[in-house]
């Protein structure tokens, strides 16, 4: 069965400190795979996403993430985090045949001063 | 300006009454999807459509029904709305270029009492 697994509930970063979100994916075939942000009381916003090729993938944001097919990852990182990133995080992963989407649990980032 | 609108943003009301959240995109998309929320969870999808007169009941089940009459509405409706309703509401949608990559409308916060 696909599923997303984002081990992390929440996480506390210091601001301009370095951040990294972790997803796992399990999925039957090469996925797609997405993180989306959501900002309290809003709709989500795509982040970034892997289709296919080079594996390390840049987002809007300053984000971006590494898909590693070995451990079935797909992880967010952020150089230094800014305190407009607290937010909410998640990882999703495409099905190629229906499009349909599954959603990880979300990650709670919160930024201290 | 291409997007993809909610209304109402927030509604809260009683027990039994009907109700019909609104979903239009302007993208010209094909695909449109509603997910349901709960505060700090995922989204679980509920319905979804690949066309005019096509759609299908997601993952979770619901009470609620879709129409898809035009390519860019989707309203979702509730018969007879409960306490056990109340959740956030996201509509989305995709189009053939990007596939899976979904786009957002902000969302309705229902709440029935």
């Known amino acids: 069965a696909q599923s997303v697994t984002q081990p992390d509930i929440h996480i506390t970063v210091s601001e301009g400190a370095s951040l990294e979100l972790r997803c796992n994916y399990s999925y039957g075939a090469t996925p797609y795979l997405f993180w989306y942000v959501q900002s309290p009381g809003q709709g989500l916003q795509l982040l970034l996403k892997?289709?296919?090729?080079?594996?390390l993938v840049q987002g809007i944001k300053g984000f971006e993430a590494e898909f590693k097919r070995s451990q079935s990852s797909f992880n967010l990182r952020k150089p230094s985090v800014h305190w407009s990133d607290a937010a909410e995080y998640f990882c999703?992963?495409?099905?190629?045949?229906?499009?349909?989407?599954?959603f990880g649990q979300g990650t709670t980032l919160q930024v201290k001063p | 300006e291409a997007d993809i609108y909610q209304t109402p943003r927030y509604l809260v009301i009683g027990t039994g009454k009907k109700i019909t959240l609104e979903c239009s995109q302007t993208?010209?998309?094909?695909?449109m999807y509603w997910y349901q929320q709960d505060p700090g969870m995922e989204l679980h999808l509920i319905h979804y459509s690949y066309g005019v007169n096509s759609t299908e009941k997601g993952d979770l089940s619901s009470e609620s029904t879709v129409s898809r009459i035009r390519t860019e509405h989707f309203p979702l409706t509730l018969e007879s709305a409960r306490p056990s309703h109340t959740s956030q509401y996201l509509c989305?949608?995709?189009?053939?270029?990007?596939?899976?990559?979904?786009?957002f409308g902000p969302g309705t916060r229902l709440t029935v009492l």
């Open positions: 993208m010209g998309h094909d695909k």
């Open positions: 892997y289709f296919s090729g080079d594996t």
């Open positions: 989305a949608s995709s189009g053939p270029a990007g596939f899976g990559e979904q786009f």
């Open positions: 999703a992963v495409g099905a190629r045949d229906t499009g349909k989407l599954i």
